[in-house]
């Protein structure tokens, strides 16, 4: 495994062979989208959860929701 | 059948599944990202003539050919919301829209940085491949703003549902736009079983399991985005309620 690693140090990994201002944008770039794409939905949830939470607490159960509809924009 | 149809659309049964089955996904999908990612980094030869970046090519071609799947899944999902108006459709599919936008941008970014080092340009207006793929990234950011321009839901759902449709002549321009036209992108090259070629299993294994990464990670994010969605259309439903309530 270790002898099949097309580099011999560090420094020559980092370097990738005169093309890392071109290979590392790109690998970061995927990590956005990797990132951004797995963060977002959990941190959405999270609000989404915490808004009806708060509704439920200020109007009892579902009243609230309906009563207000409009405050579901802040969920967006 | 029909009675499994109809449970499959109901948003409850979605999202309890879906809880279910989440773990299942998200691992393999840590395990076959992580391993694509290493051996496109560390394993892939260098290119005789293109060197390193070889490790390109591995995201390039795994995002390029996944983000062609995102206008048949949003027409297939809007036909069901046209014929059977089962909402759970329209919801993968408003979700779909922006994750398509992602992978046609990071296609065309990605695709734009090699193409600085392989061809010396980053842009090529002359090339089909190219445009069409340009194509598809507006055409993505058409049908989200048509959803947020639209306040009525199933008027949304019904437009963006027949945008889909139509979009997908684009994926069949995308794919065979280099059989078609003279164009500087180079067409799909068929894939060798020697090692010493540059295009063999040491390569097009990483981008196979790269490409399985990636259908993981759109099953994943798509799934995360819809849940979301059902809590927020469905937060008057009784089961919704329960659930925030027994989460505090």
């Keep these: 495994m270790i002898e099949a690693i097309q580099f011999s140090s560090f420094s020559e990994f980092l370097a990738m062979g005169g093309y890392a201002d071109k290979v590392w944008p790109v690998y970061f770039l995927f990590a956005v989208l990797i990132a951004v794409n797995l963060i977002a939905p959990n941190l959405k949830r999270k609000r989404i959860l915490k808004d009806l939470k708060r509704r439920a607490v200020l109007g009892g159960n579902g009243a609230s929701a309906q009563a207000n509809p409009d405050s579901s924009t802040e969920v967006q | ?248």
Excluded at chain 2, 40 to 52: I, T, W
Excluded at chain 2, 84 to 89: F, G, Q
Excluded at chain 2, 111 to 126: H, N, V, Y
């Design chain 2, 1 to 248: 059948m029909w009675l499994w149809f109809s449970k499959l659309g109901s948003p409850k049964w979605f999202y309890e599944l879906s809880s279910k089955w989440l773990p299942w996904l998200v691992w393999p999908l840590a395990i076959v990202l992580s391993t694509a990612v290493i051996w496109a980094l560390l394993y892939v030869p260098a290119d005789y003539q293109q060197g390193d970046t070889s490790r390109i090519l591995v995201v390039h071609v795994a995002v390029a050919a996944t983000s062609l799947s995102f206008f048949p899944l949003m027409a297939v999902a809007g036909t069901i919301t046209l014929v059977w108006k089962m909402k759970l459709a329209d919801m993968v599919a408003k979700n779909a829209a922006p994750l398509g936008a992602w992978f046609s941008f990071l296609t065309l970014a990605t695709g734009s940085i090699w193409g600085s080092a392989s061809w010396g340009t980053w842009w090529e207006w002359s090339d089909a491949r190219l445009v069409s793929m340009l194509f598809q990234l507006f055409l993505l950011l058409g049908v989200i703003s048509l959803r947020s321009a639209l306040e009525d839901t199933d008027k949304a759902a019904s437009a963006c549902a027949l945008l889909s449709i139509v979009g997908c002549i684009n994926v069949v321009i995308i794919k065979y736009s280099v059989e078609w036209w003279n164009v500087l992108h180079q067409p799909s090259t068929p894939l060798s079983a020697t090692a010493d070629n540059p295009n063999g299993p040491d390569f097009w294994g990483a981008v196979v399991l790269m490409v399985l990464a990636m259908y993981l990670f759109i099953a994943v994010s798509l799934i995360l985005s819809t849940r979301n969605e059902i809590l927020q259309r469905e937060r008057r439903s009784q089961w919704v309620q329960a659930l925030v309530t027994k989460a505090n």
